[in-house]
């Protein structure tokens, strides 16, 4: 039963869904959006037991005294104050002096929020930065025919995408008295031709990847996501 | 007796009237003419009141001649022919259609009035128990599983079906075995999307065929969550692994971890994992976003061996540079088959084949015939409402 029962509610919901998107009429549709309502509440739940998860990791660190466990006290400090200023009534809060409670504007909520989280998360995304240059360095490496043609066609593409492409083979036409396509028009071509061709081709198939997949799942051919064979 | 009689000359008040009366007449005659021939010139050509096709039955669709239509078109509605009309549209005539829906939109199954520019037509919202609309997806739903029903069914009967070579497949098992000769973990990571998105659920097939490579092994296997929800089908998945190749007590519930539904927070920690436990293989198989080349570039910096998968082709550059083997869109989604080689699978793996096969007929078919100056037939062909 431990696998049929979930068995049963995936081919159930998920036909429900299927059919739901077919017919329109209010007894199908309505029992519809309330799976959907359900799915809404269930992940607000599941949130509690994320949170449960992290505590009893790093409680269990601090207990083993496992490498770097003591970085499990920030983390921890961090998540129970965030909580708590989350959750206390608000007329706390503002009683102790602060402008707002809760998770309104002005609350040490929100103050930790912009002034600790954003700042932190905006140095992580900035550091993608230095790592698409690390990672192009490498892709560039001219080592086969078909890395030279990927490293050619980046080139173009890259000059083609600044003003100085532009500039470029305005000056090169005008040297050679010719009306050769200029950088911005090959690399139009090549965004425009080859690659979409081959991004359409690949979305294609992931398409028909996930709707086989799901069809497996809801039809219970795929067993493994639920936990069965 | 007729008598002659000379008319009394109108006193000065009378004559006023007369002329004041003659004078409404004429401008209520005017007004009535002037009235007539505006009603008679904005009425609306080619104007239909309906039920509005394929939902729920809380619309009505009003359409008219849009070419032949007037400067505006005035659609007012009202619960009775006797009125009061109620304002709901002022459009101008080329719009050609409105459908009254939404807020204050009609209810179903009751009749309602329409006055478009003067004229009055009514019609009932009712629902439909057939999107006619999408009858053309469903047709292509259908014979997609036709399809895969009968591959299916050759798989079933024991018929061989080639499945051709991945190399990032086949490599999984190897990364697993160094992972467990060099006594370092495994890392899974399924994605940062939640579990309604079918390249989460399907990470958990792959994570299921992978936890059962590491308890045979009996190496450290770690995934970390993006989203809670997924926190206990993943639990789930990797416990059901292990019982299947029986060993259940290899596996640690503190290596499925939580770590944060905020991306670039969970990007850190995830970082912070492969820098400080230096796993020896990294699988990134699922639904990434911008954080996809954070997380492969540092694994690269760790010298693990790093195995991509994902459908969200923007990020498929990204994993291709930093990881060394990555499952191009569809090779994903033919994790589980071709690891397992069930046939049941794999039967629907070339299912899914043949499908491809119809679509590349059907586009050349569809190129040959817009050439041929045709384009319009294929198209209203796929159109889906």
Same mark, same amino acid.
């Given at each position: 039963m431990r696998r049929e029962i979930p068995l049963f509610l995936t081919i159930f919901f998920g036909c429900m869904m299927v059919i739901g998107f077919f017919v329109p009429h209010? /007894?199908?549709n309505e029992a519809r959006s309330r799976v959907e309502e359900w799915t809404i509440i269930l992940a607000a739940a599941a949130v509690v037991l994320g949170v449960a998860n992290v505590a009893r990791i790093h409680m269990h660190k601090i207990s083993r005294r496992d490498r770097d466990f003591q970085y499990s006290f920030p983390l921890l400090f961090a998540l129970f104050l965030m909580i708590l200023l989350g959750i206390v009534p608000?007329?706390? /809060?503002?009683?102790?002096g602060f402008p707002a409670g809760g998770t309104d504007e002005g609350s040490p909520f929100d103050w930790l929020y912009n002034n600790a989280y954003v700042p932190m998360q905006g140095t992580m995304f900035a550091l993608l930065a230095f790592y698409i240059a690390s990672a192009a360095f490498r892709a560039f490496r001219i080592r086969t025919v078909e890395a030279a043609l990927l490293a050619i066609t980046a080139v173009l593409v890259m000059i083609g995408r600044v003003p100085v492409g532009g500039s470029i083979s305005n000056w090169f036409n005008g040297l /050679?008295?010719?009306?050769?396509w200029t950088l911005p028009e090959i690399q139009q071509w090549i965004m425009d031709i080859p690659n979409l061709a081959a991004k359409r081709a690949i979305l294609i198939g992931a398409a028909l990847g996930a709707i086989a997949t799901s069809l497996k799942i809801i039809l219970g051919i795929e067993r493994s996501a639920i936990g069965g064979d | 007796m007729i008598k002659n009689r000379t008319p009394l000359p109108a006193s000065p008040s009378s004559a006023k009237r007369l002329a004041l009366s003659a004078c409404s007449g004429l401008v209520l005659f005017l007004g009535l003419a002037a009235l007539l021939a505006t009603s008679a010139a904005a009425a609306v050509p080619g104007l239909v009141v309906r039920d509005n096709p394929d939902d729920r039955g809380e619309a009505i669709l009003v359409e008219w001649d849009g070419e032949a239509a007037g400067d505006s078109v005035r659609v007012e509605r009202a619960e009775s022919e006797a009125g009061p009309w109620?304002?709901?549209?002022?459009?101008?005539?080329?719009?050609?259609? &409105?459908?009254?829906?939404? #807020? @204050?939109?009609? #209810?179903? @199954? =009751? +009749?309602y009035f329409y006055r478009v520019n003067g004229q009055v037509l009514s019609a009932t919202p009712t629902a439909q128990w057939w999107n006619k609309g999408r009858t053309n997806l469903f047709l292509i739903l259908a014979l997609y599983l036709g399809l895969i029903m009968v591959f299916l069914n050759i798989a079933r009967k024991g018929g061989s079906l080639f499945i051709r070579k991945i190399a990032g497949l086949d490599a999984m098992e190897e990364a697993i075995g160094r992972a467990t000769e060099m006594g370092k973990p495994v890392l899974y990571v399924p994605?940062?999307? $939640?579990a309604n998105n079918i390249q989460t659920i399907y990470s958990m097939a792959i994570l299921n065929s992978v936890a059962k490579m590491v308890a045979q092994y009996d190496t450290e296997l770690i995934v970390p969550l993006a989203k809670a929800f997924v926190l206990p089908l993943? #639990? #789930? +998945?990797v416990r059901s692994g292990y019982m299947d190749v029986g060993r259940p007590d290899s596996f640690r519930a503190d290596n499925i971890r939580f770590l944060s539904d905020e991306? &670039?927070?969970? +990007?850190?920690?995830?970082?912070?994992?492969m820098l400080r436990e230096k796993p020896a293989a990294n699988l990134f198989l699922g639904s990434f976003f911008a954080e996809s080349l954070v997380l492969a570039e540092t694994g690269f910096t760790t010298g693990a061996i790093q195995i991509a998968g994902t459908a969200n082709i923007h990020q498929l550059p990204f994993f291709v540079v930093a990881c060394d083997y990555t499952m191009i869109g569809e090779e994903f989604f033919a994790t589980s088959a071709y690891l397992s080689r069930e046939p049941m699978l794999v039967g629907t793996l =070339? @299912? @899914? $084949?043949?499908?491809k096969l119809v679509i590349m007929v059907f586009l050349v078919v569809a190129a040959i015939a817009a050439t041929m100056g045709h384009s319009e037939a294929f198209r209203s062909l796929l159109v889906i409402r």
């Open positions: 209010p /007894i199908v608000k007329d706390w /809060i503002t009683s102790m /050679i008295h010719l009306d050769l | 109620v304002m709901r549209r002022a459009l101008p005539g080329s719009a050609a259609r &409105f459908v009254d829906q939404g #807020e @204050g939109g009609p #209810e179903r @199954g =009751k +009749t994605g940062i999307d $939640d993943a #639990e #789930e +998945t991306q &670039f927070a969970f +990007t850190a920690a995830v970082n912070g994992i =070339k @299912g @899914g $084949d043949m499908m």
